[in-house]
């Protein structure tokens, strides 16, 4: 019984100390901000309905969308985006394929606070049979 107390103390400090670092790196999360969006919208290959959502910027580029009834739950992974406006507004810009709308990009706070989303293969297949999609952005309010 004694050789194994060693393994078992030093696994659950191992644990205890790795619990203790995820703490504060998710205390250290991103922006997050509430949008209303009034129309179904793609985010990756995932279809959410219109309502209110939260979109927090996580760690490592990953976006999270939660509907306000808490019902809908999608991560998507984002690389650093840029833009030529010189809005310092938050808001989500889509683009839209004759009636399905896709989300492109996320400005949280500046232009250099921007997440900007992958084309799904949905949205692929529909840039090749249309000649170009319609731009519209959406303004957005931090989260309190």
Same mark, same amino acid.
């Given at each position: 019984m004694q050789y194994l107390l060693k393994?078992?103390?030093?696994?659950?400090?191992?644990v205890l100390g790795i619990a203790l670092t995820i703490v504060p790196a998710h205390a250290q999360s991103g922006s997050r901000v509430l949008a209303n969006i009034p129309f179904d919208f793609s985010v990756g290959n995932t279809t959410l309905k219109a309502g209110s959502y939260t979109?927090?910027?996580?760690?490592? !580029?990953?976006? #999270? %969308?939660?509907?306000?009834?808490?019902?809908?739950?999608?991560?998507?992974?984002?690389f650093r985006g840029e833009s030529d406006e010189q809005s310092q507004e938050?808001?989500?810009?889509?683009?839209?394929? !004759?009636?399905? #709308? %896709?989300?492109?990009k996320v400005f949280f706070f500046s232009?250099?606070?921007c997440a900007e989303l992958r084309e799904s293969s949905r949205e692929r297949d529909l840039i090749?049979?249309?000649?170009?999609?319609?731009?519209?952005?959406?303004?957005?309010?931090?989260?309190?």
């Open positions: 393994p078992m103390l030093f696994a659950v400090l191992t979109v927090e910027q996580l760690e490592s !580029g990953i976006l #999270a %969308f939660t509907s306000a009834d808490g019902r809908e739950h999608k991560f998507e992974l984002t938050p808001r989500l810009v889509f683009i839209r394929y !004759g009636s399905e #709308a %896709f989300l492109k232009d250099e606070d090749k049979n249309q000649a170009s999609g319609a731009e519209l952005s959406l303004l957005i309010q931090p989260a309190r």
